[in-house]
């Protein structure tokens, strides 16, 4: 008889960890010499955020990162990815760095130096300095010039500490999402398809920027990457058919981000699709955004189901009003998207390593609780997608590790605090945290580095 504890093992170099956001926990928004972001502006336009929360003290995690570390700690989580505030090192996004704000993360690495924790640090998780966004944010090249000189900095800062970086998250989030529609992402605006499009080639110019600053100051162990969230496919059925029409539909859905950083060039059909709105490049952009990277890091939370229509096409499936989710109305539950996104990035855009950076479940959950929250929605996810991605580890696809989102109850953009992702409760009055079942459900994951 097999021994069940060798079920769902996992290599013992596998990585585990959680991941956070600055905007998110931090708090503190206008202290030590922070400036504005897009998200604190944002944040005070009536409508814009559920309940009207703002980010001003969120997890106040600013003021108590020693007893989230500890947490940590405790769970046995070795590995802690988190991300730097812009406008805590430059206020404005420009001139003079902020001593306080450099001081702040050195006081971080140092607390989870103390605990052997190891930070992988993303350089931007949407928080721009709101007086680049007045003039003109990510429509201008002075924001790339200006993220250039930010990155630059935090490297050479803090490079003989972070040896792990990601220079952008999703930043189909912080530029269509938030530029092309007019929400739900920070600062809301609707612009034309040809300034959108400007938009992106801007974005991973700044990506670009990113790895040459790591290049050049993080030292010769350092390893840089970006953190994307594709339009994942699954097929309806795991026949040749199926699965040559999600490839297909995978690749066309996601040649606006990784494929140039991948490939050095923009693919022609993605040129084609855009027509006269085609984004503007100079000479020398696209040796800054095709420089190798280290590894693809992937958030992964949902997929479209595909089948192959008569003719072969790709046919995105249509979802049942009742089909299963979590607490938000986006967050289909898809545990097969863990197998297959990272198998389509592996054959598709031949990613040889790749990280899990963001996967969780967000629920309506009590604002206050008494003892252990029993989340076992939470844990059934974890278990459900953990396992799908052992079996992607099974088939060859080289994922290295894995990060939950995500550590504790916080500021979930446009959804404020009523959408909780946490594996920690937070009483956002009182600030109390309270591990829930999945905490523990986690911990054992990592302790026993196997899906149980």
Same mark, same amino acid.
């Given at each position: ?39 604190? $502006? ?133 530029? +269509? ?18 300034? +959108? ?70 693919? @022609? ?5 855009? #027509? ?35 003719? #072969?096409?790709?046919? @995105? ?32 855009? #031949? ?26 929605? $939470? ?66 994951? +990592? ?6």
């Amino acid at each position: 008889m097999k021994n069940p504890r060798n079920a769902f093992l996992f290599p013992k170099s596998f990585v585990w960890g959680v991941a956070t956001a600055a905007t998110q926990i931090e708090g503190a928004a206008f202290e030590g010499g922070k400036g504005e972001s897009i998200w604190d $502006r944002y944040a005070r336009t009536p409508g814009k955020i559920a309940c009207g929360d703002t980010p001003d003290v969120a997890c106040d995690h600013y003021h108590r990162y020693e007893e989230d570390f500890a947490l940590l700690e405790k769970m046995g989580v070795r590995n802690y990815r988190m991300s730097i505030a812009w406008p805590r090192i430059f206020p404005t996004g420009e001139g003079a760095p902020n001593a306080r704000g450099i001081e702040f993360y050195h006081r971080l690495f140092d607390s989870l130096e103390r605990r052997n924790i190891t930070p992988w640090v993303t350089m931007f998780h949407w928080d721009l300095p709101q007086a680049l966004e007045d003039q003109g944010g990510w429509r201008t090249r002075g924001t790339v010039n200006a993220f250039a000189r930010y990155a630059e900095l935090i490297v050479r800062e803090y490079g003989a500490r972070v040896k792990n970086w990601i220079t952008l998250n999703e930043a189909v989030c912080f530029t +269509v999402n938030a530029y092309a529609n007019g929400g739900p992402k920070a600062p809301g605006v609707k612009e034309t398809p040809r300034i +959108v499009n400007q938009i992106c080639h801007h974005a991973i110019l700044c990506h670009g920027h990113g790895v040459r600053a790591v290049r050049k100051w993080g030292g010769k162990d350092a390893r840089v990457g970006l953190a994307e969230a594709l339009h994942g496919a699954v097929p309806l059925t795991e026949t040749k058919r199926d699965i040559e029409a999600a490839q297909a539909w995978f690749h066309a859905e996601n040649l606006r981000f990784l494929d140039p950083i991948v490939r050095g060039s923009y693919a @022609p059909a993605y040129l084609r699709a855009c #027509g006269k709105d085609r984004p503007r490049c100079r000479r020398g952009d696209f040796s800054l955004i095709g420089q190798k990277i280290d590894f693809v890091g992937l958030n992964i939370y949902t997929a479209t189901f595909i089948r192959a229509g008569e003719d #072969g096409r790709a046919m @995105p499936m249509p979802w049942p009003a009742d089909y299963p989710r979590a607490g938000l109305p986006w967050l289909r539950l898809v545990p097969q998207a863990m197998y297959w996104t990272p198998r389509f990035t592996h054959e598709v855009f #031949g990613v040889k390593t790749i990280y899990v950076t963001e996967n969780g479940c967000g629920h309506r959950e009590p604002a206050t609780v008494t003892g252990e929250l029993p989340d076992l929605h $939470r844990c059934e996810f974890m278990r459900s997608y953990l396992r799908e991605l052992h079996r992607a580890l099974q088939d060859g696809v080289p994922v290295r590790g894995y990060f939950h989102w995500s550590l504790m109850d916080n500021f979930e953009w446009s959804d404020g605090y009523g959408a909780r992702f946490g594996l920690v409760h937070v009483d956002f009055h009182s600030q109390r945290r309270t591990p829930k079942l999945s905490a523990r459900y986690y911990a054992t994951v +990592v302790t026993e580095n196997r899906v149980p």
